[in-house]
């Protein structure tokens, strides 16, 4: 597996791959994470992982210090995962100087997590472009887990006319069900025992709506209030459609139950998609 820091030279190395796809990290890689450079190697002969702690989508006060960096161990899952190339650019690599022109996403990149994180798409969609033209890929894969992100990145893809397919992949779990996360490392052994829940309040109410249920405020107060019990501080849990995350229309079929809620000091966000009958 090569490593690669430079956009000239990643470039230069690329120049004869007809077929390449990305898989865009911040590194502290997990199953998850391998889950996607999988999918990857299935669509394309020369995957390249990106890892990058893109300092743009940090609001005030969040992580970005203390965002895990395990450069070596990650290389080393990725490289037995069968990754191609990583490419592991440095700060001064991508922001040579200082960024002055940003991909603004439309208004629901201002609700759900945008609500809670001020700019943070505007950085990722920013980074993912920025990325993208360096690797030139013809197809990316991005993880369900983020669902608000996939969204938004299909939707400026399509817009913009980027000749980029965008590969979903399905959110991997631990197997009490808890979203696999670099975050999770936070939790005490205590709020690991609880973290699961937040996914079994979007369980039911995943099935509500497959009872018929559209009493969708309901739900999300009842789903809120019971994690509330349990000592969550929840940002939202909601229901919305799919392709533009807004209140589902009365005809909408295609839905998304997402949540977001603090357990300690540790933020975890979770969604699952529901077909409503």
Known sequence: ?????????????????PDVCCVPTMGNIHDGHLSLVKIARQNAPVVITTIFVNRLQFGQGEDFERYPRT???????????????VFHPDEQEMYAEQQEFFIDPPKVANTLEGRFRRGHFRGVCTVVVKLFNAVQPQSAVFGKKDYQQLAIIRRFVDQLLLPIRIIPAETIRAPDGLALSSRNRYLSAEE??????????????????????????????????????????????VVRNQRELRRPAADDKDLVVLGAATLGSTRLIDNLEVSAP
């Open 1 to 17: 597996m090569e490593i690669i820091g430079s956009i000239d030279q990643l470039r230069a190395r690329l120049s004869s791959e």
């Open 192 to 237: 690991r025992k609880e973290a699961p829940r937040l996914r079994e309040a979007i369980l039911q109410i995943r099935d509500w709506i497959r009872s018929g249920d559209r009493r969708f405020v309901a739900m999300e107060y009842a789903a809120g209030a019971l994690l509330a019990r349990y000592g969550w501080n929840v940002d939202y849990v």
């Open 71 to 85: 450069f070596e161990d990650d290389c080393a899952k990725l490289e037995a995962e069968g990754n191609t190339i």
